[in-house]
């Protein structure tokens, strides 16, 4: 943290030509409407909200508690208050009351943050529901409009049904477009196109003062940054603005199921080994490949997209993947339609997800680990992840819960997301090779539900450690994916995690000018 410290100090006497406050007042001043922000006059926040005729819900309405109800049952917390805004003054008058009443903001989109961020991360917050904020539209110049409460799912069908267009992103169709977008946004059509992240080209967006402004990388630059990266410290999204691609006519979609694989670690290894030389081999291939590994103990498969050819993927890149690996136990390979392809990466869910009511929840931890490109995982590392694993995770108790891990290639050769330079926006991970995900989970959906055993977590825990201890012992840094957010993180391990020294540095003087009084809020904010 000392060289983080140094590095803000450094950096705030270079970080804009034009003061900040020059544009973004924050003290004793009238709002976009019209309501006077001196904390001397403020009424109460229920007032205060009814004043603007703001819909909200109150712990005494008697939807709040299924409308607080978090994806992970097992971070609950209880807002001050839950705001539906049906249009951007709703937003701004809530985000100045809110800043009278010294109550912290967070936005929830789809509402699936991991840690619950998206109702606060504590107790008292405001929640800002973005539910209402549903459109979408494609342009003739690719172009797509879309409201941030948008889901996956929904903006996939929105934008290839009205114009033939996509964009990458993750599986899960019921995710928000809010917190997938501004912290990333991986999908198996990144390696191609991108994070969704990289498509954004604009925000419409409420500022802590209330004033909304139209956000693009020439009319505010410094908050173009900002945003694409830490969005939930600076501002409540209402609309993003987002560079489409051209829908495939067909995609591949395959996977391969390996047998044996959780008895011999060094055999384990070995094939991961293999795995990575083949994500490696700069001759074969491409951006247009998307490959991911799946482990749980009991089934190993390795999946993916192509861009590409049926018969190219079948006859040339297949055979050197599975070139010296087991036989597979099972196989399944086809060409899709791009929504198909959609459907199947979504384990055959429905891309339709509803407008209202939403009610997918589970009872997880997880932990992530990005590994740098420039050191690839070596069989040292490997035979101790796999050692863990079958020591551990093999036959495991149903007492303690279910877990898997999935590994995906991020980075590799031509992958479209290390294509962008680090400086872009405010997230660093643009040097990595793999991104892994680590969850267990109890497999309740039942709010009342026993909690996830601690056994559970205690794997988990010692399942990233597994990944990571022996090339971390050699001075390997590993980073960790921001959209997996980590509840157990302290503040300043998440910041070590998911930044870069001089990316923290500049989020944190940005922070002081935007929002010196720190209304946007959650337990990982800059700052804390």
């Known amino acids: 943290m000392i060289v983080k410290i140094l590095s803000m100090l450094a950096f705030a006497t270079t970080i804009l030509s034009v003061p900040l406050e020059q544009h973004y007042d924050v003290v004793g001043r009238p709002s976009s409407n019209g309501m006077f922000l001196n ?21 005494s309405s008697p939807d709040f508690s299924e409308r607080v109800r978090p994806f992970n049952l097992r971070l609950p917390y209880t807002p001050t208050v839950i705001v539906l805004p049906t249009t951007t003054e709703h937003v701004s008058t809530a985000v100045v009351c809110a800043g009278q009443s010294n109550v912290k903001v967070q936005a929830r989109s789809g509402g699936h943050s991991y840690a619950s961020f998206g109702i606060g991360g504590q107790d008292g917050s405001m929640v800002i529901d973005l539910e209402s904020f549903q459109n979408i539209s494609a342009d003739a110049n690719g172009t797509a409009t879309v409201g941030a409460g948008v889901r996956l799912g929904n903006l996939a069908l929105g934008i290839y049904n009205q114009a033939k267009r996509a964009l990458p992103h993750g599986t899960c169709p019921g995710v928000g477009i809010g917190g997938h977008a501004t912290h990333g946004g991986f999908g198996y059509s990144s390696r191609a196109w991108g994070l969704t992240l990289d498509t954004i080209i604009g925000m419409d967006t409420i500022l802590a003062n209330g004033t909304l402004i139209h956000v693009t990388r020439n009319s505010h630059p410094d908050l173009f940054y900002a945003l694409r990266g830490d969005a939930s410290d600076f501002g409540i999204i209402t609309t993003f603005y987002l560079a489409t691609f051209p829908a495939p006519e067909t995609v591949v979609n395959w996977q391969y199921n390996l047998p044996g694989m959780f008895t011999d670690p060094q055999a384990s290894a070995e094939v991961f080994q293999h795995i990575q030389s083949f994500a490696l081999n700069t001759s074969l291939i491409d951006r247009n490949l998307g490959l991911g590994v799946y ?47 959609l459907v199947a990466l979504a384990n055959n869910a429905p891309l339709a997800q509803p407008l209202t009511g939403y009610n997918a929840h589970d009872t997880f931890f997880a932990k992530s680990v990005t590994t740098p490109a420039s050191d690839p995982l070596t069989a040292a590392q490997l035979n101790t992840y796999f050692t863990y694993i079958i020591n551990n995770g093999v036959n ?52 009342d539900a026993p909690p996830l055993p601690g056994s559970g977590i205690e794997f988990v825990e010692g399942l ?65």
């Open 39 to 59: 904390k001397r006059e403020a009424p109460t926040l229920q007032d205060c909200l009814a004043a603007g005729n703001v819909p909200v819900r109150f712990i």
């Open 295 to 341: 482990l749980d103990g009991g089934n190993f498969y390795i999946s993916g997209t192509y861009f590409g050819p049926l018969s190219t993927f079948t006859e040339t890149l297949a055979p050197a993947l599975l070139n010296g690996l087991p036989t597979p136990s099972n196989t399944n390979v086809r060409a899709l339609s791009w929504l198909d392809s």
């Open 396 to 447: 495991k108790p149903e007492t303690t819960g279910y877990w898997f891990s999935i590994i995906n290639l991020y980075g590799g050769q031509d992958s479209q997301i290390n294509a962008v330079p680090t400086a872009d926006a405010a997230y660093d991970e643009r040097t990595s090779l793999w991104v892994a995900q680590h969850y267990t989970s109890s497999g309740s959906t039942d709010v």
């Open 464 to 528: 990233n450690e597994a990944l990571t201890s022996v090339m971390a012992g050699e001075g390997v840094e590993f980073g960790a994916y921001q959209n997996y957010v980590d509840a157990s993180l302290a503040a300043g391990m998440a910041h070590d995690l998911y930044y870069e020294d001089g990316t923290f540095a500049r989020l944190v003087e940005l922070k002081r000018l935007v929002d010196p009084g720190r209304v946007f809020w959650n337990p990982h904010s800059v700052g804390n």
